[in-house]
């Protein structure tokens, strides 16, 4: 790395740096904005008078669905991308980034499988993993 020049060199061929630039950002889109935009805009439109419920549910969901599609375009495009190249991403990335799906998969099925409110301890347990997991 040369700061004085603003450069840096690898090894990896130019492909390669192109396809982790495309993996990285459309992951961070998914992780940095949408996926956490979700529970603020749940938690900030909650305190909002009740007839404002429909919006903030709304946006809440298609903010989660847009980052899981998203999240998920990007773990398939690697998966497809970096096939022999899975061992050499440092750090476990590759292992902490299956961990993230299979959780925000979680989340999203669990998200499918809501108890209306007032469901008692169905939707009390619910709401415990919702939680939880995300």
């Known amino acids: ?8 060199t690898t090894s990896a061929p130019k492909n390669l740096n192109r396809e982790r630039y495309v993996h990285g950002h459309l ?5 940095v904005l949408l996926l956490p935009a979700g529970p603020v ?5 909650k305190l909002s008078p009740p007839d404002n419920k429909p919006f903030w549910f ?6 989660q669905l847009l980052g899981i599609l998203l999240a998920t375009i990007s773990f398939v495009y690697a998966l497809s991308t970096f096939k022999g190249d899975i061992k050499s991403v440092p750090h476990h990335h590759a292992q902490v980034g299956v961990a993230a799906m299979v959780l925000a998969w979680v989340q999203a099925i669990n998200g499918l499988v809501r108890p ?11 709401e415990g993993l919702h939680w939880l997991v995300g």
């Open 1 to 8: 790395i040369n700061l004085a020049m603003s450069s840096a």
């Open 41 to 45: 805009l749940a938690r900030i439109m």
């Open 58 to 63: 709304k946006a809440h969901i298609i903010c």
């Open 116 to 126: 209306h409110p007032g469901s008692g301890m169905t939707r009390t347990i619910w």
């Open 27 to 31: 992951m961070a889109v998914a992780w």
